[in-house]
């Protein structure tokens, strides 16, 4: 576990955000190109003064429906515990002569459906997108404008102003995500909530579950109740696991959909298995039940190909999984499945892939099921070999792009490191920033790209502070990498940029990595 109070001590150095700075009677001069927001935004202008919130501020909204009404209310939630103030949330046909607007338009194609204008003047803050999806990555945007005390939970006795100007928004990459391995340690539902607002909070859209493994069964199936009584009872080094149960995970799904967030469930077959064969033997060609394991090794396991058995779990599992889970994709895995032959392999994934497409959804793949007959519409996520990303592209898939030496989260920064492992590569703060998804691999281009993916796999992690420590800082530049333009994202930019995010996080009460390579300021 890592100290935030240690950190700062060591670390820090005191800083003033320039919006800050604020007189008792006139706006003081700002400027909104100097403020730091990550991902940093397609265009940004200035004019150089200020909006202030105060306890009058309203928040109207053009179009008063369900999804509005919950992002205006997000806004307000999220305003409240440090301002103190109570806003009044009001229908407006008509944009007002002041306070905080929420505008649904059509004026604008660029935007999609996750771009946003935000307009600031003296008197109003508009907010304008083509979808409340987008009006919610504005909302991120905005609380990066004001102070960083804005993230606190209590009231702070200040001003609240924005800099005037104009930002326009939109994202890269269609799939910017994350995955937390829940298997290996388990994670409370309390804590992956967390995860889905730190993520959101730089506008990520996507949370991959790493749901069952060699060490732990994490969901409820309903019709095979032993994967979790028994399967679900460890983790790594022997602790206790657990599990979601199915309405913890309808809990987690809508909790994440609030924030426009879609759940990507992983059941990891036919090897990483370990904890299904020693619930139901008869997955097992043997027919014998393996013990529990609580070790880190890998490809040992793997589900009986041959048995119709086998097919009718991989069937019931799926069916369940697509029920509770009203996004697109359901992730199979496939994986390392070192004794799984690859005759067995192939017809295996092929037949797993006609399950997944069988109840509505599409099927998403570590970069090994490439070996298999792929659908156009499956998905292959590239982790270890870019030749099984071409493979992929040559079969018509998209790639999710998450080579380990760049992109994963559980590596550990530097040699001194005490989480995380080294096997890919050592990944410190400026290694994760400095790479492009589309020009890593000259076969893989722009076209092929559905976006990226950092995953954290927790053997080592097993606390909310352990996982914040190897997300933070990282998990922003990969957010900053699956949004922002290639041509505005320059490291000697961005770390100035990430530096003055320190007060920021530390009021988020965020376990950061204090890298070196970052000059930390705060306030």
């Known amino acids: 576990m890592h100290s935030v109070t240690e950190k700062t ?10 919006i800050l700075i604020f007189s008792c009677t006139q706006p003081e001069p700002t400027d909104l190109t100097k403020v730091s927001i990550i991902p940093i935004p397609v265009s940004v202008e200035a004019t150089g003064s200020a909006y202030t919130i105060t306890s009058e501020t309203v928040i109207y909204l053009s179009e008063s429906n369900d999804e509005t009404k919950n992002v205006a209310a997000y806004l307000s939630n ?39 204008e935000l307009e600031v003047t003296e008197d109003v803050m508009k907010l304008s997108a083509n979808q409340p999806e987008g009006l919610f990555r504005g909302v991120q945007t905005l609380r ?8 606190a939970q209590s009231v702070q006795n200040q001003q609240w102003q924005v800099a005037t100007g104009k930002i326009v928004d939109y994202p890269e990459y269609e799939h910017r995500g994350s995955m937390l391995d829940v298997s290996r340690h388990f994670f409370r539902k309390e804590d992956v909530k967390r995860y889905i607002d730190l993520i959101a909070a730089y506008k990520m859209n996507r949370l991959h579950l790493h749901l069952a493994d060699d060490q732990g069964w994490r969901i409820e199936i309903k019709s095979w109740p032993n994967l979790t009584a028994h399967g679900g009872k460890t983790e790594v080094g022997g602790g206790e696991g657990g599990f979601y149960t199915q309405e913890d995970y309808k809990e987690i799904v809508q909790y994440a959909a609030e924030r426009y967030i879609m759940i990507i469930p992983e059941i990891d077959m036919p090897g990483h298995t ?10 097992n060609c043997s027919g014998e039940a393996p013990e529990l394991y609580t070790g880190t090794e890998v490809g040992f396991s793997t589900l009986c190909t041959d048995k119709e058995i086998t097919y009718k779990f991989v069937d019931d599992v799926i069916s369940e999984l697509a029920t509770l889970t009203p996004g697109s994709y359901i992730h199979v895995g496939g994986d390392e499945s070192h004794v799984t032959a690859m005759e067995d392999y192939i017809p295996f994934i092929n037949r797993v892939q006609e399950i997944v497409m069988s109840h509505n959804k599409k099927m998403i793949g570590w970069d090994e099921v490439v070996n298999a007959e792929l659908d156009s519409s499956t998905i292959v996520q590239y982790w270890s070999e870019a030749d099984n990303a071409v493979m992929a592209i040559n079969q018509g898939a998209k790639v999710i792009m998450s080579p380990a030496y760049k992109a994963y989260l559980d590596m550990q920064y530097d040699s001194a490191s005490t989480l995380g492992q080294n096997w890919a590569a050592y990944i410190e703060v400026d290694e994760a920033y400095q ?11 722009r076209d092929n790209i559905l976006g ?10 097993e606390t909310m502070d352990d996982i914040e420590y190897l997300m933070f800082p990282r998990i922003m530049g990969y957010a900053e990498i699956g949004w922002s333009p290639v041509k505005l994202r ?6 100035l940029r990430l530096a003055a995010q320190s007060s920021r996080l530390k009021i988020m009460q965020v376990d950061y990595y204090p890298s070196t390579k970052v000059p930390w300021v705060t306030n």
Do not use: V
Not at 9 to 18: A, E, G, V, W
Not at 274 to 283: D, M, T, V
Not at 435 to 445: K, P, Q, R
């Open 274 to 283: 370990n904890a299904a064969l020693s619930s139901y033997p008869e997955l």
């Open 490 to 495: 320059n490291w000697e930019e961005y770390k």
């Open 78 to 116: 999220l305003l409240h515990p440090a301002t103190g103030f109570d806003f009044k949330i009001e229908p407006s046909e008509n944009e007002p002569k002041a306070g905080i607007y929420l505008a649904l338009t059509s004026e604008n194609n660029e935007l999609g459906t996750e771009g946003y």
């Open 435 to 445: 790479w492009d998804l589309a020009s890593l691999n000259a076969t893989i281009t």
């Open 9 to 18: 001590k060591r670390h820090l150095i005191i800083f003033i955000f320039p």
């Open 452 to 461: 990226i993916e950092a995953p954290l796999w927790s053997e080592t992690i």
């Open 144 to 151: 990066q404008l004001l102070p960083a005390d804005i993230e």
